[in-house]
Every structure is written in structure tokens, then in C-alpha cells.
């Protein structure tokens, strides 16, 4: 059974720091893109960031670009979301997914085949 489990949401004040944590299981994640989106209250599921297999290439929404970093440990099979310099406009609930194709559309949320529960983070002023 493939599964995506999300930790490390929470409350914080604006400019403080969380790191998302994303653990997989039943398949073959390590060779998988695996990317971050979001999604707040009455909008769609927006892209957040993305990283291959390898973890040698990475993009980032510019939104989050120079304060989000996003990583991965294939050993562990858990992927990370480091958020720094939090903004209000960065709550939402947090969700994991991977991508077995390693898509160039990266951005599209159709490319990604498997979904975690998702994580609530919200950011105060």
C-alpha cells in the first residue's frame, strides 16, 4: 500500500520557521520526483516546490523562492519542506506527492500520482 504521510505543521508567528516532513512507503519512492503544494481556505492546490529522484535538480514557486527549501533523504524515504520567514499568506494545509515520471510539468498537480493527508500550517501577523 503506497502512503505519504505528512508532519510538522503547526501555528507560528510570521517570520518563524517550520520543516514539513514527508514519509513514504509500499513503492519504489526513491527513484520518484516528489513535491510540495498547498492549498488555502476557497483557492486551488498551488504548487510549492519540487525535487528529483536524485535530488539534484529543484524548482520552487516563486512565491516561496530564497525561503522555502525542500530536500530529501532516499535512505529514510522522507522528503523535507525547511519554511523560513513565514508570511500569513503562507497558511494553508500542506500536502506531499510524488511523481513516478519525473515530469517536466512539474507544476501541474495531475502529474503527481500519489497524495498524503496534508498538513496544516498556519502563520500569524
Known amino acids: 500500500q503506497a502512503q505519504l504521510v505528512e508532519s510538522g505543521g503547526g501555528l507560528v508567528q510570521a517570520g518563524g520557521s517550520l520543516r514539513l516532513s514527508c514519509a513514504a512507503s509500499?513503492?519504489?519512492?526513491?527513484?520518484?520526483?516528489m513535491g510540495w503544494f498547498r492549498q488555502a481556505p476557497g483557492k486551488a492546490r498551488e504548487f510549492v516546490a519540487v525535487?528529483?529522484?536524485?535530488?539534484?535538480?529543484?524548482y520552487y514557486a516563486d512565491s516561496v523562492k530564497g525561503r522555502f527549501t525542500i530536500s530529501r533523504d532516499n535512505a529514510k524515504i522522507t522528503v523535507y519542506l525547511q519554511m523560513n520567514s513565514l508570511k500569513p499568506e503562507d497558511t494553508a494545509v500542506y500536502y506531499c506527492?510524488?511523481?513516478?515520471?519525473?515530469?517536466?510539468?512539474?507544476?501541474?498537480?495531475?502529474?503527481?500520482?500519489?497524495w498524503g493527508q496534508g498538513t496544516q500550517v498556519t502563520v500569524s501577523s
Open positions: 506527492a510524488a511523481d513516478p515520471r519525473g515530469s517536466r510539468w512539474y507544476f501541474s498537480p495531475r502529474q503527481y500520482d500519489y
Open positions: 509500499g513503492r519504489t519512492f526513491s527513484s520518484y520526483a
Open positions: 525535487i528529483s529522484w536524485s535530488g539534484g535538480s529543484t
